[in-house]
């Protein structure tokens, strides 16, 4: 036998899956199915929401992610209707009907979050919504209680991919581990590379089955 055959178990390398500290979720089209045209159609109709979405004179996506990073609704609004008048009805209608814009729980994903909060995995949220509708998602979507915190951008004043964020959530996991630790899920590539930059090991989410081969290579008890 050589050397390296008869070396001890001690000496090989370990191959186990690293240990996690925690999962950190997003939460928009990652838990909850989110999108925005039924809340603006139910104002405005399905047509006039579809073209105000796809209007290349108004980006809605950074507009939205203004309230994400903590300015008011009133203010949000008063600014685009200034700037876009014939808008103003499309403008106040997403608000207006929020909850239309939440379609429901993405259940592979919820399953693999009581999965894993069943295994007593430590469990955060770290999402990019205003402040003012957070609640509504709150009383709607009871799995919201299984996660230890959820830091939600527009009460931080700050969204993803900003890497202030994850400054935030690396003092509010620091009780369980490090940044370096922690998995992080995504739908969004810009988020997931943000994400990876600051230490996580970051995931883009694409279907919950995906997500789960991805979580079981790394160890984590979410078996079917």
């Given at each position: 036998?050589?050397?390296?055959?008869?070396?001890?178990?001690?000496?090989r390398?370990?191959l186990?899956?690293?240990?996690?500290?925690?999962v950190?979720?997003?939460?928009g089209n990652?838990?909850?199915?989110?999108?925005?045209?039924?809340a603006?159609a139910?104002?405005?109709?399905?047509?006039r929401?579809?073209?105000?979405?796809?209007?290349?004179?108004?980006?809605?996506?950074s507009w939205?992610?203004?309230?994400?990073?903590?300015r008011?609704?009133?203010?949000g609004?008063?600014?685009?209707?200034?700037?876009?008048?014939?808008l103003?009805?499309?403008?106040r209608?997403?608000?207006?009907?929020?909850?239309?814009s939440?379609r429901g729980?993405?259940e592979?994903?919820?399953?693999?979050?009581?999965?894993?909060h069943?295994?007593?995995?430590?469990l955060?949220?770290?999402?990019?919504w205003?402040?003012?509708?957070?609640?509504?998602?709150?009383?709607?979507?009871d799995?919201?209680?299984?996660?230890?915190?959820?830091?939600?951008?527009?009460e931080e004043?700050?969204?993803?991919?900003?890497?202030?964020?994850?400054?935030?959530?690396?003092?509010?996991?620091?009780h369980?581990?490090?940044?370096?630790?922690?998995?992080?899920?995504?739908?969004?590539?810009?988020?997931?590379?943000?994400?990876a930059?600051a230490?996580?090991?970051?995931?883009?989410?694409?279907?919950?089955?995906e997500?789960?081969?991805?979580?079981?290579v790394?160890g984590l008890?979410?078996?079917?």
């Open positions: 036998m050589t050397d390296q055959q008869t070396a001890s178990s001690g000496d390398p370990n186990d899956p690293a240990p996690v500290d925690a950190v979720f997003d939460l990652v838990l909850i199915r989110w999108d925005p045209l039924p603006i139910a104002g405005v109709g399905q047509e929401a579809r073209h105000f979405l796809h209007d290349s004179g108004f980006d809605f996506a939205n992610l203004a309230q994400d990073a903590g008011s609704f009133a203010d609004e008063a600014d685009a209707i200034a700037k876009h008048p014939e103003a009805d499309e403008i209608s997403y608000r207006a009907n929020f909850e239309h939440l729980p993405v592979g994903t919820v399953a693999i979050l009581k999965q894993l069943a295994a007593e995995v430590p955060f949220a770290l999402t990019n205003p402040e003012e509708t957070f609640p509504i998602a709150l009383d709607r979507f799995f919201l209680d299984i996660f230890e915190d959820i830091i939600v951008s527009g004043g700050v969204a993803k991919p900003d890497p202030e964020i994850f400054e935030v959530l690396e003092e509010r996991v620091r369980v581990g490090g940044l370096d630790d922690c998995v992080f899920i995504d739908d969004s590539l810009v988020n997931v590379q943000a994400a930059v230490g996580l090991d970051a995931i883009a989410f694409t279907s919950p089955e997500l789960r081969a991805d979580l079981l790394r008890p979410v078996g079917e």
